[in-house]
């Protein structure tokens, strides 16, 4: 087992911040593997040594947590962590516009992100669009749509660590065509993307493009950039610290 592993197993939690933490950790295994240690005393006061390093680091880290609390992760006390509908409600939140009580009160700020960040127009953000997350088609339900009618229409569809369905891109994408009819959008403008971990496209993907949830990471991570309010700035630096921990595993 990694130092790193060892480290994340013992405090429950890992940051990067603290790999140098680990360096004990390391050094004891690297010791520990590398001599041959006939002398059993030898082998128990090594080990003493080792534990007592690592209890005291344990008390400085749940000292520093009493007082700064740098784990906490409310996503993480709501049972958050990689359910999907969950997930497309926030990205949903984030891309509406409207200024209304509960919003961010940034505009289309996260949604322009999105639109420069896949090289979609960014007039897109200045129209009046409409986003809504699980919106039931004839034949499916995509898991968050975003659309202004005979301009564009945006459908994503988010997997954390299933798979598409049977037929299931094929039944979203019938149903991304009828509205784009519907409201009268031309090709060009109509879009859908497969959201997953690495970015992984099925073969029958039809008209569906590649989207990675590091993608997402890097637009939220974009956002956070900006002046933003004490309460969204925290708010984002906690959906990243879900995004990182339970979907990209780092």
Same mark, same amino acid.
């Given at each position: 087992?990694? *130092?790193r592993n060892v480290?994340k197993s013992?405090?429950?939690?890992? *940051?990067?911040?603290?790999i140098?933490?680990?360096?004990?950790?390391?050094?004891?295994f690297?010791?520990?593997?590398?001599? &041959?240690?006939?002398? &059993?005393? &030898?082998?128990? +006061?090594q080990t003493?040594?080792?534990?007592?390093?690592v209890?005291?680091?344990k008390?400085?880290?749940?000292?520093n947590?009493?007082?700064q609390?740098?784990?906490?992760n409310?996503?993480?006390? +709501?049972?958050f962590?990689?359910?999907?509908? !969950?997930? *497309?409600?926030?990205? =949903?939140? +984030?891309?509406? !516009?409207?200024?209304?009580?509960g919003?961010?009160?940034?505009?289309?700020?996260?949604?322009?992100?999105f639109?420069? *960040?896949?090289? +979609?127009?960014?007039w897109y953000?200045?129209e #009046?669009y409409?986003?809504?997350?699980?919106?039931?088609?004839?034949?499916?339900?995509i898991d968050?749509?975003?659309?202004c009618?005979?301009?564009?229409?945006?459908?994503?569809?988010n997997?954390?660590? =299933?798979?598409a369905?049977?037929?299931?891109?094929?039944?979203?994408?019938?149903?991304?065509?009828k509205? &784009?009819?519907e409201y009268?959008?031309?090709?060009? #403008?109509?879009? =859908?993307?497969f959201l997953?971990?690495?970015g992984?496209?099925?073969?029958?993907s039809?008209g569906f !493009?590649?989207?990675?949830?590091?993608?997402?990471?890097?637009i939220?991570r974009g956002?956070t #950039?900006?002046?933003?309010?004490?309460?969204?700035?925290?708010?984002?630096?906690?959906y990243l610290?879900?995004? #990182?921990?339970?979907?990209l595993g780092?």
């Amino acid at each position: 087992m990694s *130092s790193r592993n060892v480290y994340k197993s013992f405090f429950g939690n890992f *940051s990067k911040t603290k790999i140098a933490h680990a360096e004990i950790i390391e050094s004891f295994f690297k010791g520990y593997n590398a001599t &041959q240690l006939r002398d &059993q005393r &030898q082998k128990f +006061l090594q080990t003493k040594k080792f534990i007592d390093e690592v209890g005291k680091i344990k008390k400085r880290f749940i000292s520093n947590e009493e007082k700064q609390l740098e784990f906490l992760n409310v996503f993480d006390v +709501l049972g958050f962590k990689t359910d999907e509908v !969950r997930h *497309s409600q926030v990205m =949903a939140w +984030l891309f509406k !516009r409207e200024k209304i009580a509960g919003s961010h009160f940034q505009d289309s700020l996260f949604f322009k992100e999105f639109c420069k *960040s896949l090289g +979609l127009p960014l007039w897109y953000a200045d129209e #009046n669009y409409s986003v809504t997350p699980e919106e039931s088609g004839e034949e499916s339900r995509i898991d968050i749509s975003i659309k202004c009618p005979s301009r564009f229409i945006i459908h994503i569809e988010n997997k954390v660590h =299933a798979g598409a369905g049977y037929k299931q891109l094929k039944r979203e994408w019938d149903d991304l065509k009828k509205n &784009q009819y519907e409201y009268h959008i031309p090709d060009k #403008n109509t879009h =859908a993307y497969f959201l997953t971990k690495t970015g992984y496209l099925p073969k029958e993907s039809f008209g569906f !493009r590649s989207l990675s949830w590091e993608r997402i990471a890097t637009i939220v991570r974009g956002c956070t #950039n900006n002046q933003l309010p004490v309460k969204l700035q925290w708010f984002l630096n906690q959906y990243l610290m879900t995004i #990182n921990e339970h979907i990209l595993g780092v």
